[in-house]
């Protein structure tokens, strides 16, 4: 099955620096990849998706990208906010295929975003 | 519309009661997944079903656990019997039968099982 490893476990930077997260998967059939937020006992929310049939997507601040070959894509936050302060998740899937719908998560990245 | 809705919030249960946490899915969508949260293994699924039939329970932890969908508005994920290291958040999520639609999670069921 996919197994998804999500770098770093942690990370501090100060307000206005880029934070960015990396990711990287082992089943070259996932086609899907997803980054939820997770604030402090909330619920997981998608922030932004990317599909393999593209290398970069953008939001605002935010912005994924993927690199098929290497099978890792990456989460980038840009003049980062103390609100950016959560934890992030990566994740994969192939949608479409047989195993549609099942996300593997990564182990979560905690953010924190200080004034 | 509401979001996935799941009841209770927060369970306490002594080791070897039954527990019982229920899921409301989003009216419309076609698959319905059984998450775990915890400290130590993150976010694993546990179980899915789609338009109400179970398609993966490969992450159901062992015979204790069990979950029905009865119908397309209302699932369920059973422990029976109960064990201190079930103690989790539990989430409920929900997605459209696009396979390029994203998942809804409810709010969560913290269980705590002393």
């Known amino acids: 099955g996919e197994n998804v490893e999500q770098h770093p476990s942690t990370l501090s930077v100060q307000e206005g620096d880029s ?5 990287t998967y082992s089943d070259s059939a996932s ?6 937020k997770q604030e402090l006992g909330k619920r997981p929310q998608l922030i932004i998706d990317i599909r393999s049939n593209v290398g970069e997507k953008k939001d605002q601040r935010i912005a994924v990208t993927l690199n098929k070959t290497a099978k890792h894509f990456s989460l ?5 906010q103390p609100e950016d302060s959560a934890v992030y998740f990566c994740a994969a899937s192939n949608a479409g295929g047989t195993s549609y719908g099942k996300l593997t998560f990564g182990q979560g990245t905690i953010l924190t975003v200080h004034p | 519309d509401a979001g996935v809705i799941q009841s209770p919030r927060h369970e306490v249960t002594e080791m070897g009661q039954e527990v019982t946490l229920r899921c409301k899915p989003i009216s419309g969508h076609d698959y319905l997944f059984w998450y775990r949260q915890t400290m130590m293994r993150g976010l694993e699924l546990l179980i ?7 398609i993966d329970d490969s992450g159901m932890p062992e015979d204790r656990f069990s979950a029905k969908m009865p119908n397309a508005s209302f699932s369920t994920l059973k422990i029976q019997p109960s064990e201190p290291r079930d103690s989790a958040v539990y989430f409920c999520a929900s997605s459209l039968l696009d396979s390029l639609s994203p998942l809804h999670f409810g709010n969560g069921t913290r269980l705590t099982v002393t």
């Open chain 2, 48 to 54: 899915y079903f789609n338009n109400n039939v179970p």
């Open chain 1, 31 to 36: 086609n899907y990849f997803p980054w939820y």
């Open chain 1, 76 to 80: 980038h936050i840009t003049e980062t």
């Open chain 1, 19 to 23: 934070a960015v997260i990396k990711c």
